[in-house]
């Protein structure tokens, strides 16, 4: 028996963020809350979240589970909810549905299949050395990714003298944000470092973060990005690109 | 077509996982046949634009193709040059059988007998010169390499395998390649996942499978060598075969030093064992080209843009993946 009570457009917030790195999710749900790792298909980046259960409005659960969605169909469930309406998850695994109901003006019940999804359970969390750790606002880096969209498919994150730079170089041009440790959140800097990332994985990713997103970054390793959406805390891994 | 080995030959089921970060030399045309075969609509009929051209192959190489790049796999297609003669003889056979696959086909269809049609229309699969040619042009406009054979895609596709460290292994749904020399080849690659079965309501699993050569070769307690002198015995795309050998009493001949016997012309082996191939390839990956990829898929034959959206995506990941990106196995 699981069951749930959630505000939908925190869910949704979730989902959207769960979508943008893989199709079917692994959803663990044990006595302290929701959570999912998992790495996407190529093993480029790795989602580790936590929704702890007292983000839910109610929350209980009988015994340990794993329970597969599929995000995709999920998310147009979840586009289909009201900003101000609560959200109940509820599971019939007798029956393999996982019910999804609104409650608002009205009560509406989506019932999607709950799928067979392996969940990667002995997946640790990626180890690399990080030389800076850099707090930075979304909004902010949010932009840099979306300036860098226009000229180039990658980016160039680096740390150093006291900044934050954000750079991409493409065949139409270049573009390069500067960001002083003023108008950062934090900027830790052990030591100079720079990595260069696909620039859709980390579009997709920011795209739903409003908050502060914490970096870890060091010299042509993964990055990882801490950050809350909806009441979930996230983990977000990325491996970089490394020109040869 | 191909020599049939699967009687004698061990294979080992793999994941698809574990071919990340590989290249495979793909039979071009083996995969399109593949994908003709089993990418139809409910009622068993080939998918087609509304004018009435085929969009099966298309269909399939294109999600199948993504599918694979998305597990940071590098399919390189080779497509197959001129035949030597001595398949020609062959290929004329095989237009015969096409010939009765067709007019069967036909009755079935006015007779209602749904099944039967759809066994004999799947037998009748023909390739044209211009779906050859759109499905290179989706390659390239996909930023997929394909290579062009001198002679026989499956001899260059395992020729490629042997000398360049990138290609892991030949994929095809043939043995033929094993006899080329290709030191891996893996079957179902293109084709994994659930598949309807032709003319049932039944769904069965097609799961990737591997030969490593040198295994097989250690296994049967013979070279490379007695392996082709096997395919002779039982027939080949070159030769009818003896009457009445199987896999099983030709592995027996040859092992016995008996091949000889059966006056197969000798130099029938060397057309496996020193094909006609060209050293002189190269492949890399470009991001795709996607204005002319919808206006090729979904303007020109009415893919679904929705799909064809999303998939546009994981192809740009995929090949993005596939050039510079890194994984992150290496982290852990």
């Known amino acids: 028996m699981f069951e749930a009570k959630i505000e939908a457009k925190n869910w949704k917030n979730i989902i959207s963020v769960i979508g943008s790195i893989i199709e079917e999710a692994p959803?663990?749900?044990d006595k302290d809350g929701l959570t999912l790792r998992a790495m996407d298909p190529s093993h480029i980046s790795l989602i580790d979240l936590e929704v702890p259960k007292d983000q839910f409005i109610d929350f209980s659960v009988d015994s340990d589970r794993v329970i597969g969605i599929d995000v995709e169909e999920m998310s147009r469930v979840m586009s289909r909810?009201?900003?101000?309406?609560?959200?109940?998850i509820k599971a019939d695994e007798d029956n393999n549905k996982l019910f999804v109901t609104f409650i608002g003006e009205s009560r509406r019940r989506f019932g999607l299949p709950i799928?067979?999804?392996?969940?990667?359970?002995?997946?640790?969390?990626?180890?690399?050395?990080?030389?800076?750790?850099?707090?930075?606002?979304?909004?902010?880096?949010k932009d840099g990714i979306k300036d860098a969209s226009i000229v180039a498919d990658h980016i160039t994150l680096e740390a150093k003298n006291n900044s934050f730079i954000m750079r991409a170089e493409g065949d139409i041009g270049d573009i390069e944000t500067k960001i002083e440790k003023s108008s950062l959140v934090e900027l830790k800097l052990e030591e100079e470092c720079k990595s260069t990332f696909n620039l859709s994985y980390l579009a997709d990713v920011s795209s739903s973060i409003n908050g502060p997103i914490t970096l870890e970054l060091g010299n042509d390793s993964p990055i990882l990005m801490n950050f809350e959406i909806g009441g979930a805390t996230i983990k977000f891994v990325l491996a970089p690109r490394i020109e040869r | 077509m191909g020599v049939d080995l699967k009687d004698i030959i061990a294979k080992n089921e793999i994941e698809l996982a574990k071919l990340n970060g590989k290249a495979i030399s793909v039979d071009a045309l083996n995969a399109l046949y593949q994908f003709l075969a089993i990418i139809r609509q409910r009622d068993g009929e080939l998918l087609k634009d509304s004018t009435g051209r085929t969009t099966s192959h298309l269909s399939g190489l294109f999600y199948r193709t993504i599918n694979l790049l998305e597990l940071g796999i590098r399919p390189v297609y080779i497509y197959d040059g001129r035949p030597p003669q001595e398949k020609i003889d062959t290929l004329r056979q095989r237009q015969e059988i096409k010939d009765s696959a067709k007019k069967k086909a036909i009755r079935a269809k006015v007779e209602g007998r749904e099944k039967d049609y759809v066994k004999f229309s799947q037998q009748?699969?023909?390739?044209?010169?211009?779906?050859?040619?759109?499905?290179?042009?989706?390659?390239?406009?996909?930023?997929?390499?394909?290579?062009?054979a001198p002679s026989e895609a499956e001899a260059q596709a395992s020729h490629m395998c042997s000398m360049d460290p990138r290609v892991?292994?030949?994929?095809?749904?043939?043995?033929?390649?094993?006899?080329?020399?290709?030191?891996?080849?893996?079957r179902n690659v293109t084709i994994t996942g659930r598949r309807k079965m032709p003319g049932k309501n039944v769904y069965r699993e097609v799961v990737p499978e591997s030969i490593v050569l040198a295994e097989a070769l250690a296994a049967l307690g013979i070279g490379r060598e007695g392996l082709v002198e096997i395919g002779l015995l039982i027939g080949t795309d070159y030769n009818e075969g003896i009457k009445g050998i199987g896999p099983k009493s030709a592995l027996e001949i040859v092992k016995a030093d008996?091949?000889?016997?059966?006056?197969?012309?000798?130099?029938?082996?060397d057309l496996f064992l020193k094909p006609d191939v060209s050293d002189n390839f190269s492949f890399s990956f470009k991001l795709p080209d996607e204005d002319a990829l919808y206006s090729f898929l979904c303007d020109e034959r009415e893919f679904s843009r929705l799909r064809v959206e999303r998939a546009m995506d994981r192809l740009k990941k995929g090949i993005e993946g596939v050039t510079r990106q890194e994984t992150l196995d290496q982290w852990f």
Do not use: C, W
């Open chain 1, 27 to 29: 959803l663990r749900i």
């Open chain 1, 81 to 88: 909810g009201k900003p101000t309406d609560m959200m109940l």
């Open chain 1, 115 to 141: 799928i067979d999804t392996p969940e990667q359970s002995n997946l640790k969390l990626p180890d690399f050395p990080t030389n800076a750790i850099i707090g930075i606002d979304a909004s902010l880096f």
């Open chain 2, 124 to 148: 009748v699969l023909h390739f044209s010169d211009e779906m050859l040619k759109e499905s290179k042009e989706l390659l390239r406009l996909m930023g997929v390499p394909f290579i062009d």
């Open chain 2, 168 to 186: 892991y292994a030949v994929a095809s749904q043939d043995y033929d390649s094993l006899l080329f020399g290709a030191p891996v080849l893996v």
């Open chain 2, 258 to 269: 008996r091949f000889d016997e059966y006056g197969i012309e000798e130099r029938l082996k």
